[in-house]
């Protein structure tokens, strides 16, 4: 029997735990490695608050750190905002870039999302670049237009650095949680495929030679995650709700296969 393939497990702890949640979490998880699945790459993305406490608590363990949204300028008068250069120092090793939170309820642009993938690339760090569509976007069909224009406007004559990976989180935003308990509309593991593949062959046009990693997210739950990881174009899950609470997150990873 062939090998399973090694999966991608992005868990996004975006502002449900404060400091001392995050490092309970963290702690947990540390003394929880034993189930991570052979060749598996598991990142979490504490609050920029919590995460130098989670770098040190997971320094000893196989799992990495990434920061959920950093400023593109490396330093200044910057109000509220701590960059890359910043979080890359701290520990952190990857960060999310235009996840459809930070685009729709912070109104980020295209080209605001290309800064961060490039300060990000410039920083030493490995950029997760969130997209998807938006329901009424679907509804009209434009989705494959909508998930074209967020990947030509991040990647178009980016040279991308060898030996770091394009990391691509699909989410359609009518997919994401709205919280713990209240789920986003289901997404069929055949849609994420469908969607997943079109991302591969659009970003073989923009950036020939470089292979994407596609991760899933949207209400990911132990329930639906095997039916995402099973696709061929799925190589992982990004996981928001379910992933801030150790049992849902166990779960996730005892179900992959
Ligand atoms: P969710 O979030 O799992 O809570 O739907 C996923 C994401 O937005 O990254």
């Not at 300028?73 to 701290?90: L, W």
């Not at 642009?109 to 569509?133: I, Y």
């Not at 938006?134 to 060898?162: F, H, N």
Request: hydrophobic content about 45%.
């Amino acid at each position: 029997m062939s090998q399973p393939k090694p999966l991608y497990l992005f868990a996004n702890w975006k502002m449900y735990l404060d400091h001392a949640g995050s490092l309970a979490l963290a702690k947990a998880l540390a003394a929880d490695t034993a189930n991570i699945p052979p060749g598996g790459t598991v990142v979490v993305f504490p609050s920029a608050l919590a995460l130098p406490g989670v770098v040190d608590i997971l320094a000893s363990t196989p799992i990495a750190v990434g920061a959920q949204h950093g400023h593109w300028v490396a330093e200044g008068g910057y109000t509220g905002a701590v960059s890359m250069e910043m979080f890359r120092r701290a520990g952190a090793q990857f960060v999310l870039v235009g996840h459809s939170e930070r685009r729709h309820l912070f109104h980020e642009t295209n080209h605001e999302v290309r800064l961060q993938v490039e300060a990000a690339l410039g920083a030493g760090l490995t950029p997760v670049l969130c997209m998807g569509e938006t329901k009424a976007e679907r509804e009209r069909g434009d989705t494959p237009e909508v998930i074209e224009t967020q990947l030509r406007s991040a990647l178009q004559t980016l040279a991308w650095p060898g030996g770091v990976p394009l990391i691509i989180a699909y989410e359609p935003v009518w997919a994401i949680s709205r919280g713990r308990d209240k789920l986003g509309l289901p997404c069929s593991g055949v849609t994420a495929e469908k969607m997943h593949e079109l991302i591969v062959r659009l970003v073989a046009g923009l950036l020939p030679g470089v292979a994407p990693l596609t991760l899933f997210g949207g209400s990911v739950r132990a329930e639906t995650v095997r039916e995402y990881v099973k696709q061929p174009h799925v190589d992982g899950v990004l996981v928001g709700a379910a992933s801030t609470q150790l049992a849902s997150w166990q779960g996730i990873i005892t179900n992959l296969y």
